[in-house]
């Protein structure tokens, strides 16, 4: 009997109906589609304009558009995590509504909160189930609503951050299908580079910090770009060698959408043509814990059961790392 092994056997997705183009953003702040277009790659972002709806809402459209594709009942799901950095609300978990709204009633849930890398650490809890026997379906939902945390009067982070939600059914797989391999990372001292400093524990809401601008995130951009650039490519590298995996070896790169000019680096780093690079920053721009269920969705036509793929993600934290995955369906 073969090992068992974490594998993706459905993807679904959501993005709010909201385009907001450079072309608006010009209007809102200083800056240019030019300026934005030749720093980021992104063209657009899609925003939850919606009163009264959070990240669950996201997470629940993206976890109800698997269940529709699959046929998917939700009662054989054993556990939903929703990887995130923008919760409904402190103290009760965005998971636990969103499971109980799709109809997971024999789950159980909760949120896994680690900045742009979300998604790849709740990927490899899910393997961690999946691997143990003891579970058979594992929901993980990356989802965020960042409009919720920026200020729209600073042009460095406006034009960067959008809202979307990506969801992915992890099962048991004995052939040789799924996740073979990861190499997680993270470091403390990028925290005062990347950060919401206030609305926690160590500094709780009040009139002081709402006047402060302190619920907003705050990005030294170009810390994180050059920690970004080497870490994520360090992290595929160390994998790819660990795996014997060539750079023809592997079939796609899925790296967090934060910026063009990362991912290429990333790219050119481990030699991969643009072909094998999933992009779609221009039409999402940096969905947080999104960006990696999104682009999987957006090329599921395109996966081929046995592509071999490396996820990368670097974020606040700092946070990164990358997996190594066999794809096991054709769509
Ligand atoms: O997903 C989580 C991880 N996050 C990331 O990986 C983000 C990493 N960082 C970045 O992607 C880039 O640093 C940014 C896109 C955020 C910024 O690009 P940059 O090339 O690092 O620009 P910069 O912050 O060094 O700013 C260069 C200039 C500055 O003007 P001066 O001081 O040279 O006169 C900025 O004020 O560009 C100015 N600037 C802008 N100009 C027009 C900053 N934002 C804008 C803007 N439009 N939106």
């Given at each position: 009997?073969?090992?068992?092994?974490?594998a993706?056997?459905a993807i679904?997705?959501?993005v709010p109906?909201?385009?907001l183009?450079?072309n608006i953003?010009?209007?809102?702040?200083?800056?240019t589609?030019?300026w934005?277009?030749?720093?980021t790659?992104?063209?657009?972002?899609?925003?939850?304009?919606?009163?009264?709806?959070?990240?669950?809402?996201?997470?629940?459209?993206a976890a109800?558009?698997l269940i529709?594709k699959t046929?998917l009942?939700?009662?054989?799901?054993?556990?939903?995590?929703?990887?995130?950095a923008t919760p409904?609300?402190?103290?009760?978990?965005?998971s636990v509504?969103v499971?109980?709204?799709?109809?997971?009633?024999?789950?159980?849930?909760?949120?896994l909160?680690?900045?742009?890398?979300s998604?790849?650490y709740?990927?490899?809890?899910?393997?961690?189930?999946?691997?143990?026997?003891k579970y058979?379906?594992?929901?993980v939902?990356?989802?965020?609503?960042?409009?919720?945390?920026?200020?729209?009067?600073?042009?460095?982070?406006?034009?960067?951050f959008?809202?979307?939600?990506?969801?992915?059914?992890?099962?048991p797989?004995k052939e040789?299908?799924?996740?073979?391999?990861?190499?997680?990372r993270?470091?403390?001292a990028?925290?005062?580079f990347l950060?919401v400093?206030?609305?926690?524990?160590?500094e709780p809401a009040?009139?002081?910090?709402?006047k402060?601008?302190k619920?907003?995130?705050?990005?030294?951009g170009?810390?994180?770009?050059?920690?970004?650039?080497?870490?994520?490519?360090?992290?595929c590298?160390?994998?790819?060698?660990?795996?014997?995996l060539a750079?023809s070896?592997i079939?796609?790169?899925?790296?967090?959408?934060?910026?063009?000019?990362?991912?290429d680096?990333?790219?050119n780093?481990?030699?991969?043509?643009?072909?094998?690079v999933?992009?779609?920053?221009?039409?999402?721009?940096n969905?947080?814990s999104?960006?990696?269920?999104?682009l999987?969705?957006d090329?599921?036509d395109?996966l081929r059961?046995?592509?071999?793929l490396?996820l990368?993600?670097f974020?606040?934290?700092?946070?990164?790392?990358?997996i190594?995955?066999?794809?096991a369906?054709?769509?």
């Open positions: 009997m073969g090992k068992i092994s974490a993706i056997t679904g997705a959501y109906d909201f385009v183009t450079n953003l010009e209007t809102m702040v200083d800056t589609d030019e934005i277009t030749t720093r790659g992104i063209k657009e972002r899609r925003i939850l304009k919606e009163k009264n709806k959070g990240t669950s809402f996201l997470a629940i459209n109800n558009n529709q046929g009942d939700p009662k054989e799901i054993d556990l939903v995590i929703v990887a995130t409904d609300m402190q103290a009760a978990p965005t509504f499971a109980s709204k799709i109809g997971a009633s024999n789950a159980f849930g909760y949120d909160i680690a900045a742009c890398s998604f790849l709740a990927a490899s809890a899910a393997s961690g189930y999946i691997e143990s026997g058979k379906k594992v929901l939902i990356g989802a965020d609503m960042n409009s919720s945390m920026i200020d729209y009067t600073d042009r460095k982070t406006c034009i960067i959008g809202d979307g939600a990506g969801a992915v059914l992890f099962e797989n040789g299908f799924g996740i073979q391999d990861e190499y997680l993270s470091d403390g990028g925290r005062e950060q400093p206030a609305g926690g524990s160590l009040s009139e002081k910090t709402i402060e601008k619920h907003f995130v705050y990005q030294d170009k810390t994180v770009f050059k920690w970004a650039v080497s870490n994520m490519a360090d992290v590298e160390k994998l790819m060698n660990r795996n014997n750079n070896d079939d796609w790169l899925v790296a967090h959408q934060a910026n063009k000019r990362i991912i680096a990333t790219a780093r481990i030699k991969l043509e643009k072909e094998k999933m992009m779609n920053i221009e039409r999402y721009g969905t947080t999104a960006t990696i269920p999104l999987l969705n090329y599921e395109q059961k046995g592509d071999k490396i990368a993600a974020g606040g934290g700092f946070t990164w790392g990358s190594y995955l066999n794809w369906y054709n769509n």
